[in-house]
């Protein structure tokens, strides 16, 4: 039997998730404060200014976009590595799929959405790592639960 750390109020059942969750907490306040210094810097103080559709990119919706897209994605992949942990999952996968994660969901913003255009190589990178990465934990989460199916 493993020897879990304790923590003052019980057991750290999941100390791989909880581990990467204060990067990626650290990352989403970095993106909110793009968001206020472009409204700020704009005097946009509800929605956005987006020319989009005229060929112009505004800052301040694809730093929105930036963080919305952050939103759509980290919450499910915390829960589903975080079940993957409970249920017996190497917490070393866990690791290496949340450091690749933080690691894409950066190349998605800092390297794709934020260059010219809002279209640099880190973008699709980002993209199509995050499903890769997370049909994979689903993947695993599901091994780790197969048992309770049969």
Same mark, same amino acid.
């Given at each position: 039997?493993?020897?879990?750390?304790?923590?003052?109020?019980?057991?750290?059942?999941?100390?791989?998730?909880?581990?990467?969750?204060?990067?990626?907490?650290?990352?989403?306040?970095?993106?909110?404060?793009?968001?206020?210094?472009?409204?700020?810097?704009?005097?946009?103080?509800?929605?956005?200014?987006?020319?989009?559709?005229?060929?112009?990119?505004?800052?301040?919706?694809?730093?929105?976009?930036?963080?919305?897209?952050?939103?759509?994605?980290?919450?499910?992949?915390?829960?589903?590595?975080?079940?993957?942990?409970?249920?017996?999952?190497?917490?070393?996968?866990?690791?290496?799929?949340?450091?690749?994660?933080?690691?894409?969901?950066?190349?998605?913003?800092?390297?794709?959405?934020?260059?010219?255009?809002?279209?640099?190589?880190?973008?699709?990178?980002?993209?199509?790592?995050?499903? /890769?990465?997370?049909?994979?934990?689903?993947?695993?989460?599901?091994?780790? /639960?197969?048992?309770?199916?049969?």
């Amino acid at each position: 039997m493993a020897s879990f750390p304790t923590s003052r109020i019980g057991l750290n059942l999941t100390p791989a998730t909880a581990s990467w969750a204060i990067p990626f907490a650290t990352y989403y306040l970095f993106l909110q404060n793009r968001i206020v210094y472009h409204r700020l810097t704009t005097k946009t103080y509800m929605g956005d200014n987006t020319n989009a559709g005229q060929g112009t990119h505004d800052p301040l919706y694809i730093a929105t976009r930036a963080q919305q897209n952050f939103n759509e994605n980290i919450p499910l992949a915390l829960i589903v590595a975080a079940l993957a942990e409970l249920n017996g999952a190497n917490r070393k996968y866990i690791n290496y799929f949340l450091g690749a994660l933080l690691a894409l969901r950066i190349s998605h913003v800092e390297l794709g959405l934020m260059r010219p255009k809002a279209m640099g190589p880190g973008r699709i990178i980002g993209y199509y790592g995050t499903q /890769v990465g997370m049909a994979g934990m689903v993947g695993y989460l599901f091994y780790t /639960v197969k048992d309770y199916f049969i």
